[in-house]
């Protein structure tokens, strides 16, 4: 689905507030602390029903106010359709789609795919490793929506062999855990196969966007498992092997909830070795990966881009800018319009975020797309 408009009621500083989006690019400006990036979290918000900013939900209604809500409106191949969530702090979000209650936005067939950059969400880049695997498998779940529930299936026979484990610890047979460790080898190897593949698939995409926008020597993706496996046979005996360190640990300590993906340049983890600047680069090398692998299966993201301009210099803007227009539909936050190449051409919508304020702005337009 296309976003056409988005509107928000007491989300953050914003007491109303109605944004018309472009078929390609949106650029919201305006001073810092204005709002714009309150924005971007609506979107998010109303197209995933949680936020991408905060586990605390309740900063997201404005002070003062019993509740919030945000509608989006799009248009998909079958029609115009229509997202909406809100919710009063310490009561349960309502979800609806097209008017009908739904429990989970992320369930709904013609929801966007978004992808998100934000100055904070470079811990994904430079934090813990279950990050970055939680990102690849939600990559995974959107290029195939029939595996997305491989990960899930996991995390639940993961969670019975530690239980399993506690069980044996305290008497009871060992064979008890012959069954789950079958079930879990069987969903891991899978697990493992379905993130192989996509960063596979990413792998050649990320480099050339790193060094589009800047990151200096060969910059490499890869999917690092923890366990060598091939099939669900190997893996069930790599577990059986490790039960006495299971057991002495009290818990699972083989297997893809181990696995890494590794951003790197120059040979160098940029997680560890990486600057601000560089981690931020492959960031946006990463999301712009994803989106062509999606755009080549016709579902492009809507990508929600935060401050991404700001410490560029005018050559990488220039090859950004390109990046974002080559596909799909993008909203970009920038505190001077300047900063955004593109931002006056043809089709481009331009608004101007002050104190909570969203108003269109007139920007002399430039040569066509």
Request: proline residues 6%; contains cysteine; glycine residues 10%.
């Amino acid at each position: 689905m296309r976003v056409t408009r988005l509107s928000v009621r007491d989300f953050r500083n914003h007491a109303r507030a109605e944004l018309e989006l472009g078929e390609r690019l949106t650029v919201l400006y305006g001073p810092n602390g204005a709002g714009k990036t309150n924005l971007l979290e609506a979107l998010y918000f109303a197209c995933l029903g949680r936020s991408c900013r905060t586990s605390n939900e309740r900063e997201m209604v404005r002070l003062g106010q019993p509740l919030t809500r945000v509608e989006v409106e799009g248009v998909a191949a079958d029609g115009r359709h229509t997202l909406e969530v809100g919710f009063a702090p310490g009561e349960p979000r309502r979800a609806a789609a097209d008017g009908a209650r739904v429990e989970r936005l992320p369930d709904v067939p013609f929801r966007p795919l978004v992808a998100v950059f934000l100055p904070e969400r470079l811990e994904l880049v430079r934090g813990a490793p279950g990050g970055r695997r939680a990102h690849l498998d939600q990559f995974v779940a959107a290029l195939w929506p029939a595996r997305s529930l491989t990960r899930a299936s996991y995390s639940q026979a993961l969670g019975q062999r530690n239980a399993a484990l506690a069980r044996v610890r305290r008497g009871a047979s060992p064979s008890l855990l012959d069954p789950w460790d079958a079930e879990l080898a069987r969903h891991g190897a899978q697990l493992m196969a379905d993130r192989a593949e996509a960063a596979q698939l990413l792998a050649g995409p990320f480099a050339e966007r790193a060094g589009e926008l800047g990151l200096p020597g060969p910059a490499r993706l890869r999917h690092r498992p923890r366990s060598p496996a091939s099939n669900a046979g190997e893996l069930a005996a790599e577990l059986e092997e490790r039960r006495a360190t299971d057991l002495d640990r009290g818990f699972t300590t083989h297997g893809p909830h181990r696995d890494e993906l590794e951003l790197s340049h120059d040979g160098r983890l940029l997680r560890t070795f990486g600057s601000q600047g560089q981690q931020r680069v492959a960031l946006l090398a990463l999301l712009f990966a994803e989106r062509d692998a999606l755009l080549a299966r016709g579902r492009a993201p809507l990508m929600l881009l935060d401050d991404v301009m700001s410490e560029l210099d005018g050559q990488r803007r220039e090859r950004l800018s390109d990046l974002v227009l080559a596909g799909g539909q993008a909203v970009v936050t920038s505190t001077e319009l300047a900063h955004v190449p593109g931002h006056d051409l043809p089709g481009v919508v331009v608004a101007l975020v002050e104190d909570g304020a969203v108003s269109p702005a007139e920007v002399a337009v430039g040569a066509p797309l």
